[in-house]
């Protein structure tokens, strides 16, 4: 595996896919692939590692979605109740239904009220303005701060459409993170620390980078029309009212592989259990019924391409990660989870073949076809040659 896997990462970095990479394959027992192409900016010399930092964004989401639920397992927290029981600044829920003839927007109170349930699989009406325009369209308006000043107005947005009735990629787990700082008294990346990354031992996973991780980041690029990439300079709030656990983790793909190895072997990683096997088997479901994930259509904000893993096959949601209803043309099987990070980072966890592996570049816009590909490859390259097939 090692030598084909290196080859298929040398081949994008030499093809101008991304200008560096790194990945991460894993079974059960331990890792299967460890290894890095390119460099972590073009134009310098520091080559990308497998201990390279990257801004994991949305792959934070799943790390949130353990906390949640530890905090399920132990009384603290409910699936089923409503979010604004714990966090009352949610206030009452209204739904943006358009906008009058002075571009002013038109609200109406919800049917209901968030669950943490519907907040971890994106069914609760929180959106995100990159991929809505009527929610881009509402910030403008309203000339509320926008989710990355880390102001906590940000969250204070409306709703698309009434709970539960539809899903839409939004600003839930961010509320989500919201709750278990409230439950548990400590910021979200403390809570991280003492629970779950701390345990698991993914030292270099953290909401403020310590200077060996800034020592070891990788720059973010920007794909230009003709196919080159560029470096960019990425701004972090100096202050942020909330730590957000819906994307604001740095990390590395070492890291978070062996955050992937705890799910591949039920809640458990070298001695250490964060979770019963039981809640993984949970998480693992789909929880959204007939609803189905549909495709990322961006806004103007230039942030995404159109995003659908696998167009044309079933996706369900379950608590915090997509759920392949179908078997992938990449070999993972029916029930594999996944998702990914804005900056084109990815991950996939197959259960049913213990398998799981993580892909880290730093590129925008999301969904770079390029970079999606070459993640594909190393996906098949590792059931081609592991034997899981």
């Known amino acids: 595996m090692d030598?084909?896997?290196d080859r298929v990462l040398?081949?994008?970095?030499?093809?101008?896919?991304?200008p560096g990479v790194s990945a991460h394959v894993v079974g059960s027992d331990g890792p299967l692939y460890e290894g890095a192409a390119g460099v972590r900016t073009v134009g310098s010399d520091a080559a990308m590692t497998p201990d390279t930092v990257c801004s994991i964004h949305s792959m934070t989401k799943a790390i949130t979605g353990?906390?949640?639920m530890q905090l399920v397992e132990r009384g603290a927290l409910d699936l089923d109740a409503t979010a604004s029981s714990v966090c009352d600044e949610m206030g009452p829920a209204t739904v943006l239904v358009g906008f009058g003839p002075d571009g002013e927007p038109v609200l109406r109170r919800a049917t209901t009220e968030p669950t943490l349930r519907q907040l971890l699989?994106?069914?609760s009406g929180y959106g995100y303005d990159i991929w809505d325009r009527n929610l881009d369209r509402w910030y403008t308006a309203t000339d509320t701060?926008?989710?990355g000043t880390r102001r906590l107005a940000a969250l204070d947005t409306p709703l698309m459409f009434d709970p539960g009735t539809r899903w839409q990629y939004g600003i839930g787990i961010d509320w989500v993170g919201r709750m278990i700082e409230r439950i548990s008294g400590a910021?979200?990346?403390a809570y991280f620390e003492e629970h779950v990354t701390g345990p698991l031992g993914m030292a270099d996973t953290r909401f403020t980078p310590t200077p060996s991780m800034n020592e070891r980041r990788a720059s973010v690029h920007a794909r230009q029309a003709d196919g080159s990439l560029i470096p960019i300079h990425t701004v972090t709030p100096?202050?942020?009212?909330f730590e957000a656990g819906g994307g604001d983790l740095l990390g590395t793909g070492a890291d978070y592989a062996r955050f992937v190895r705890m799910i591949l072997n039920d809640g458990e990683l070298d001695g250490m259990r964060v979770l019963e096997a039981e809640t993984v088997g949970t998480m693992a479901r789909n929880h959204i019924g007939d609803l189905r994930v549909t495709r990322l259509v961006p806004s103007s904000n230039r942030l995404s391409n159109e995003a659908e893993f696998f167009p044309g096959e079933p996706k369900s949601w379950g608590l915090t990660f997509q759920v392949n209803e179908t078997a992938a043309p990449t070999g993972r099987s029916e029930g594999t989870l996944m998702w990914a990070g804005l900056a084109n980072s990815f991950f996939w966890i197959d259960r049913s073949h213990g398998i799981g592996g993580v892909f880290m570049s730093q590129i925008l816009p999301f969904a770079d076809r390029p970079a999606l590909d070459l993640f594909y490859e190393v996906e098949r390259s590792a059931y081609s040659v592991g034997g899981h097939r």
């Open 3 to 5: 030598e084909l896997i």
């Open 10 to 18: 040398e081949r994008g970095v030499d093809s101008g896919a991304v």
């Open 66 to 68: 353990v906390a949640a």
């Open 121 to 123: 699989t994106h069914t």
């Open 145 to 147: 701060p926008r989710l």
């Open 187 to 189: 910021t979200l990346g």
């Open 238 to 241: 100096e202050q942020r009212d």
